[in-house]
């Protein structure tokens, strides 16, 4: 008798068949352009989904429109590539409907930020137990190329040929605002951070926000470079760990000290005393992920990645079938006979 | 002066209560039976106006009458006090017979201020009865309406009954042993003059008294103060030399059931939870206020122990979405909203027609363009609803006739959603939604069957295989074992789902949508024509005009002439029969409160050079209005 | 010869005639009910107005829907009663085609929250000289009374029988994470405060937030009274002054203290050494403000009434202007004839 | 295995330059004189079909003849090399004669790799002439194409003049002695290909060397290098045996003036910047990116010397809602989009209707529904023009018919917004918008007179004063003394503008409305009827289809049928003629891209019989078809 007759036979439920990334691909062709970071997050994604054991026919990957946007189609799972800015409200109801499932949002910059910002807000504020990766390319990808809500100010594009005026928003700064209660960052070309990411992520229970930097060598590219590349990448980027401090450079010689409410980096050695910041991502308020949010694209201050803040809050569809439930502990079970019949009525 | 009116009648409710109890005996006062009744309450949003419009309404159709109501609320923001634009009114006609409209004009006006006296005085046939609360005709609330002079010492005495009463003070009176204070007791004065109403037609107040002591279960102090009130007006009515005739309506003929009073909004609630509750799924609505489709989703919440789930959404593009993705996910999805929410939904109810969803998309249509009207009613959404998408996106529109239709419609259009794949709109207007009449309640297990037919089979599974009679596409959901699959707004390859740019395909997958929605004319019954099958005229309606029209072309046919009505529920497809029927009349006239939407579709379905008549002023027909235009069009013809 | 026609005399422009409340009263009717807050702010708005010095015809009122946004009928200026949410999008087109104009945006907490939600973030990012007073009253006046995106979780509604599971945004904080250079707070029944917040919004170039507190006496009545109110309201506000401690409650007695990134409430006397938190409303990094966003209904802390940041940051159309002045500056002023005739032509 | 092709063609360049230089000496091949011609270059997005394409266009246009070109993009996303989704096409047709159309099947197919012959291979006349390029004819790429075997080694040959060429390997030799890296070499290869083009139809170089040293004036090393890969192809087409004849296209006539070639995006951006400069306004164009609208917004955005401000915004509706606050402003204001963004800014279209602003908005329709097909072209979105807002909101639509009719036709919608006071929808397609083809450029100082027309005067203001001819309102703008007013999207008062809930007001207004809109038809010219008056068949068009139905009408009747050809500009209203001219005809045909929506317009209007001739396949009618089902149609008749 071998193991798994053994289980069938003791009445063990069969564990969820193990999986590996294959078995998250899709049979269709992918078609973003050689060298997208498109690629990387994908892989990253189909790596490290056999690891948190959702059976495949319980994940459903839901897009709007842009190149991200196509994401969906190359996972061998439920998908939806929807319409543009929309996937928030789509996948809140599709969670609704059914909380079992594990809900997944791919989206862009332009795709929540620009036409869906209100979405976005909206889905996080209401805290569903959803993941959602945003692929921040600060680009238009998909149209060829225009600036997005992220671009930089004086970014010359197609639509800017004398620059753009509209100063950027900073995804990770709109989530906290929110009340986002998952916040992290992550980048296209940090395989493993990206993958330990998107476990926890999935492992957060309630809206979690993953904002990757992703590389559109088309149209933006190398615009995060500095940040993923091993001659810049340590000493420009500094990793948030719960319950450590802010230490960074490829030497890891450098921190980061409060100074009033500004950051202020500082170098220590050994030796030097450590009143440098040590971050909390469980913080009730988010006044220091606000803080450390603020630390993006700051030339002096290296950009930290990682997990901003993480914090237990009630899910809206938790409370939802809990309102199920109690009104029908109150009210009974629904009767529709009785229903139709309620209110004044007379018989003839 | 009419010295009889302002003569102060002293009271005590002590009397009154005697006058009433006794009642039986000490009527001597004349006594009518006649075949119908309208009233139109009007007054300041706090007067009560629709809280006692209700109250009769209910006891009428219980005592046996057929009834039929239309409330009038003020434009969207409260006014002050007395001003024109505050003015709440509430109509409704009962009768012995079978009747389809609140009334053209009524029989009896009860203003409660000058202001409700301006608006609604049109509205009051000639020689009605004319009642006023002469409490508030003061100068001050006179200058609120817009009237220089007291409009009590003009004309009006010679055009109408009127009975000018003093319904503040008497309500005071009646009230005088309680402990409210004065405000409170002012508070009563709509019982009052129901009261009144009550005795002139010869109501029970049982219905009333009961409805009372449970309403204000938790204030005490009130079941007493408006029971008092109520039987105070009654007592005066009797009491007093000014008012000498009451009448009778008796019962009407109904098929045999038991009824109750339905608003289009209550009925087209209740068929959503009906039509989920049959076919054994969820039912998910997703909405975003607005006027007047938001008491659906009022009413929807309450029902969290049938499973329901409402989703108020951040905007209507959210609703339809959030929906969509509940249809995707296996639910009975649906998303209401009005004229400019809806305009709102076109892009995403694209995106069902693509991924072929189930979804109901409730449009409750009011006076446009933009916000136009919001209060008013109006059916200037049917293009829209037709048209107003990108790319050829077929939709069945399905539009409810009445507010005890709307339950029916809605269960018919949440049957063909799922049983086609695809989404449905269904219309209905401010004065359906709004309306109240009586409703037979039907047996659930009469209820016709709705099914949802998941796929579950991974063999040979193909997302875009369709079933041949219908055209259906199967529905796989999220969580079956074996079905994975992406669906999504790009053109899709026939059979696999798969994204394709042939053009082959696409024009075989845009004339699969097209059939497959054309195959619902298989669904739809022969039509039913209202009188004779060929003739003069043959006037055709849609949506909440049918009141207005059966009765005027019922009218029409009593007094002889040639006409027969039809009224349509399926706006897209259109009945199969419609062809054969349109052929046997010499002209066709196509009535709709807009400038001739259903108007277009007939000329070019079936080239007829009909006749279009169309109202757009934010008020149902008439049926008085529409009598005319028939025999105008029938004098023509002539 | 009197001053004014001394002045015409002299060729000195005549200055704006002066105006007083009235000329700023159109002749429709006021419909709000009876005691709703809206009369206050329209009041504070018409009495602060004549002081600005800013020609009627130069004012230009746009609302979107809700009760709120019928104040521009009462304003005998230009007024623009829009759609629902989208009063912002318009303003940019109204500033964007005419800068000279002093253009207003009055909104709702739904209006501005809900359905115009991505309108309001985008707005403040394009920092467009225009002055926005959101009328927040937690609830949908208009449509009689169901809960609003700043409702507090569990509010009962029409819409909600059972209690709202959304949890509220805070329209400071959001204002904030867009980039706002100008965020303010205000009450409705402070009548001086919030004139002179109108004065310090019109006074600030670039896009000015006032979130107003709002009574809707029907549908949420009192939601604000402990703010508002004699009896609470000295020890459950605090008022931002630039420059000064956060020093609150009705003797003046009690401070805000930073402990670590959390606000801390403490006892002052006369003699006691003061490491209260000064306020500082010109702070380029809005760390600070952000901290003080999220005293917003916390039972222990005072709600800060005020300026949270007012800072100096290009505004969109100057830098349109700017752009089409370089681009007449290098390429020329546009010559129809010429552009018709540019690229590649032949004669035949 | 056909030896002469294999056989390794050694060249060095200055051979070739010295064959090019000395060519007219050496010319020995035959020469043949033809009317027109229609080359097809299609490869891998990254081949430069695009770029030699264009080079083509224009050099033929130079020369005098007439062209029309259709680009074919992919599908969105850049695809992997060799693959099919990644194939781009451009097809040029150029002619002694006035032509309407690229052209349905090309003479010369140039396939850069296997899935650009997959896909292309249909769109080549038999017998054509097919180069390819033998060096991307591996194994990988011929999988990649879904070759299981080699198609050079079969039926091709007997089908069409096959011509492979080494491009690659012939490239790199032709610049063998520069000192670019194998790979910047390769780059060049669509010059070698041109020169074998330009050779084949003997096109003289001049515009495309001149163009290459302006547009790589930055990077001289690729100006040599491409000079030498296009005169190495011209050179190589001179000395292989494999091609005999080369062609000669004489000149077109054509109207006298100046002429450059134009895509419809390009003339439509021309035409509103035309309209605001001779209106005297700013233009204000308020958009959001959408394939193939997008680049009206790029074009625009670089005029700012002219004033012209773009507003990139969030979405679709923040677009039209920026343009109607230019509106307000005083701006000739403009919002473009392609269908599902059109959806979303159906609300926003009903305020400015409501508010009687002058806006022009752009729909460059393409395929739907829902996402689509969104680089194909179709010409669904009539309807949701016209209806796709709620309540009664009627809008003036226009559509141009080809890339060179777009400045014209834009410049027409924006005169009537300012002069109406009317937001106008403009529409245009992915075909058009693409499309390039000569245009006459117009002197400014015969363009229409355009004004904006804005009132100043307090005297006796009122925001809702009609004037009697056109309807309109004043155009009173924020700054204006004395003017202060307010409007909105409720229903307003007829002169006041205040707000209104009055029933009768509110009929006027809808009816005035819809009058101002009817008015428009004044402004329509006699509606131009190619061919005969009378006979039996008229075939209606409107938009993109204008160039395929002129010419198989054309060519109809050369070949003696009884067929005229009308083409609408405008869809609403529609020409006051047009019923009378219907009339001259035994059967009417509406041909459209669309399952028959102009149809159900011309039924419904003139209940006339109609053929409704439908194609939905994302692409462009071809002639042939249309000239098969005229004859069909002519058949059934007789
Ligand atoms: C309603 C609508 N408007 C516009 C578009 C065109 N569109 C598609 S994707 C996109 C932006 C894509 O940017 P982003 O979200 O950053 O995605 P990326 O392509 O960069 O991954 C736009 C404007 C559309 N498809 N639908
Ligand atoms: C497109 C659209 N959707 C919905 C509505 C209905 N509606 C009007 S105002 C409003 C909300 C009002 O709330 P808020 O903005 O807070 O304003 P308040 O009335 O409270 O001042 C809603 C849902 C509408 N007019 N248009
Ligand atoms: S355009 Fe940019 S984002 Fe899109 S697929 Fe190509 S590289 Fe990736
Ligand atoms: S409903 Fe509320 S917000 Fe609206 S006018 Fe009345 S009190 Fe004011
Ligand atoms: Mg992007
Ligand atoms: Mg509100």
Known sequence: ?348 | MNVCVKRKISVSIKVFGAFYEEGKELMKKQRQTIGDATILFAGDSGDGAQTVGAQLTHTSAIAGNDVSTLPDYPAEIRAPAGSLAGVSGFQLHFSSKEIHTPGDLSDVLVAFNPAALKISLSRLKPNGILILNLDNFGQRNLKLAGYNEDPLEGEIRNKYQVFPVELTRLTRDALVETNLSNKEKELCKNFFALGLVFWLYNRPMDYTLKWIESKFASKPKFIEANILALKGGYAYAEATEQIAVSYEVESAKFSRGTYRNVTGNLGTALGLIAAAQQADLQLVYGSYPITPASDILHELARYKNFGVKTLQMEDEIAAVCAAIGAAFSGALAATGTSGPGFALKGEAIGLAVMTELPLVVLNIQRAGPSTGMPTKTEQTDLLQALYGRNGESPIPVLAASRPSDCFDTVYEAAKIALKYMTPVVFLSDGYVANGAEPWLIPAVSDLPTISADFATDPDRFLPYQRDPETGRRPWAVPGTVGLEHRIGGLEKSDLTGDISYDPENHEKMSYLRAQKVANIANEIPRTDVFGSDSGDLLVIGWGGTYGALRTAVSNQRNAGASVSHLHLRFLNPLPNDLSSIIQNFERVMIAELNLGQLNKIVRSEYLVDTIAYNKIQGQPFQVTEVETKIEEVLTVEN
């Open chain 1, 1 to 348: 008798m071998n193991l798994s007759e053994e289980k069938k036979s003791l009445h063990i439920p069969a564990a969820v068949p193990t999986t590996n990334k294959k078995d998250f691909e899709s049979d269709q062709d992918v078609r973003w352009c050689p060298g997208c970071g498109d690629y990387s997050i994908l892989s990253q994604t189909q790596r490290i989904l056999p690891e948190l054991g959702i059976p495949k026919e319980q994940l459903v990957f839901i897009s709007g429109i842009g190149c991200s946007s196509r994401f969906p189609y190359y996972m061998n799972t439920y998908g939806f590539h929807t319409i543009h800015g929309r996937a928030p409200a789509i996948a809140a109801g599709v969670k609704a409907t059914n909380p079992e499932l594990s809900v997944w949002v791919i989206t862009g910059d332009g795709d929540a930020l620009s036409i869906g910002g209100n979405h976005f807000l909206h889905m996080l504020r209401r805290n569903l137990d959803i993941n959602v990766l945003l692929f921040n390319n600060r680009i238009y990808g998909l149209t060829k190329g225009q600036y997005s809500p992220t671009s930089e100010v004086g970014k010359v594009t197609t639509s800017s040929p004398f620059g753009s005026l509209d100063r950027p928003l900073n995804p990770v700064e709109i989530a906290l605002s929110a009340g986002a209660t998952f916040v992290a960052r992550s980048l296209d070309r940090d395989t493993k951070h990206l993958q330990s990411i998107i476990k926890a992520a999935h492992e957060h229970k309630g809206t979690s926000f993953i904002e990757v930097y992703q590389n559109c060598n088309i149209y933006n590219n190398g615009a995060f470079f500095t940040y993923t590349e091993k001659a810049t990448k340590a000493d420009n980027t500094v990793v948030l760990e719960h319950g450590e401090q802010l230490v960074f450079g490829a030497k890891r010689d450098k921190g980061i000290r409060l100074n009033g409410f500004q950051p202020e980096v500082v170098y220590i050695d050994d030796t030097s005393d450590t009143d440098l910041i040590v971050h909390d991502q469980f913080a009730d308020d988010p006044t220091l992920a606000y803080f450390l949010s603020r630390m993006t694209d700051v030339p002096e201050h290296p950009l930290p990645i990682g997990i901003f803040r993480s914090v237990q809050c009630p899910c809206y569809e938790d409370m939802l079938t809990d309102q199920v439930q109690r009104a029908r502990q109150s009210n009974g079970d629904g009767n529709l006979e009785k229903l139709l019949n309620s209110g004044e009525t007379w018989v003839v």
